[in-house]
């Protein structure tokens, strides 16, 4: 089980660090993934961390936001810098299960979607 946390108002130009904590002895064993949802808008995929730390971004967020993970506190961490307006949505973690013949940002390729933290950008 998964649990995002870490969201709020914040002006542009800010930053927020969200964390999702997740539960069980097989953290360590699955990449995840962040994605975010705006209202009225789809699921849209916003970066991951694969099991061995490499990590991959969506163009719109590269360089400005970092993912990280630390295996002892079963943690992963979404460090969102230079925050843009457009960046306000609810923010989601999930298991990569790596299923076959799903990309990246194919929301099929992951499960256990922890619950979201709201992430609001004011101008």
């Known amino acids: 089980q998964l649990q995002a946390s870490g969201g709020g108002l914040v002006q542009a130009g800010g930053s927020l660090r969200l964390s999702c904590a997740a539960s069980?002895?097989?953290?360590?064993?699955?990449?995840m993934g962040w994605f975010r949802q705006a209202p009225g808008k789809e699921r849209e995929f916003v970066g991951g961390?694969?099991?061995?730390?490499?990590?991959y971004y969506a163009a719109s967020v590269k360089y400005r936001f970092t993912i990280s993970r630390d295996n002892a506190k079963n943690t992963v961490y979404l460090q969102m810098n230079s925050l843009k307006p457009e960046d306000t949505a609810v923010y989601y973690c999930?298991?990569?299960?790596?299923?076959?013949?799903?990309?990246?940002?194919?929301?099929?390729?992951?499960?256990?979607w922890g619950q979201g933290t709201q992430v609001t950008v004011s101008s």
């Open positions: 961390i694969s099991v061995g730390g490499s990590t």
């Open positions: 069980g002895r097989t953290f360590s064993s699955y990449g």
């Open positions: 999930a298991a990569d299960l790596d299923r076959p013949g799903l990309g990246l940002a194919n929301t099929a390729r992951y499960d256990n």
